[in-house]
């Protein structure tokens, strides 16, 4: 069965930086894009940054410039560098895969898989 598992999440000071990974199993990996969402207490899930299976990067509005996506194939993980952190990005952080969206990765309902996600608390 597929597994998505999170880690790296905690606590930080604004401005500070946290790397998450996600490591995938029970799927070909290669052939899936790789998202990361989050969501805050009382809020929806937001889009954070995708990877295609072509490494083509997205990022949302709010994370550009500071936050990296990237993937590596060879080890079934997709990371998360957040750097310049802000009270703001408090949230859980999930991990997902999509095989083939039909419409865009941006969109939480196109992703096939999640992972359980991981806390990430930024202080003022």
């Given at each position: 069965?597929?597994?998505l598992v999170e880690?790296?999440?905690?606590?930080?000071?604004?401005?500070g930086s946290?790397?998450?990974?996600?490591?995938?199993?029970?799927?070909?990996f290669?052939?899936?894009?790789?998202?990361?969402?989050r969501q805050?207490?009382?809020?929806?899930?937001?889009?954070v940054?995708?990877?295609?299976?072509s490494?083509?990067?997205?990022?949302?509005?709010?994370?550009?410039?500071?936050?990296?996506?990237?993937r590596d194939n060879?080890k079934n993980?997709?990371?998360l560098q957040?750097?310049?952190?802000?009270?703001?990005?408090t949230?859980?952080?999930?991990c997902?895969a999509?095989?083939?969206?039909?419409?865009?990765?941006?969109?939480a309902?196109?992703?096939?898989?999640?992972?359980?996600?991981?806390?990430?608390?930024?202080?003022?």
């Amino acid at each position: 069965q597929v597994q998505l598992v999170e880690s790296g999440g905690g606590f930080v000071q604004a401005g500070g930086s946290l790397r998450l990974s996600c490591a995938a199993s029970g799927l070909t990996f290669s052939r899936y894009a790789m998202g990361w969402f989050r969501q805050a207490p009382g809020k929806e899930r937001q889009f954070v940054a995708a990877i295609s299976r072509s490494y083509s990067t997205y990022y949302g509005d709010s994370v550009k410039g500071r936050f990296t996506i990237s993937r590596d194939n060879a080890k079934n993980t997709v990371d998360l560098q957040m750097n310049s952190l802000k009270p703001e990005d408090t949230a859980v952080y999930y991990c997902a895969a999509v095989l083939r969206a039909a419409h865009s990765l941006m969109i939480a309902g196109e992703y096939d898989y999640w992972g359980q996600g991981t806390q990430v608390t930024v202080s003022s």
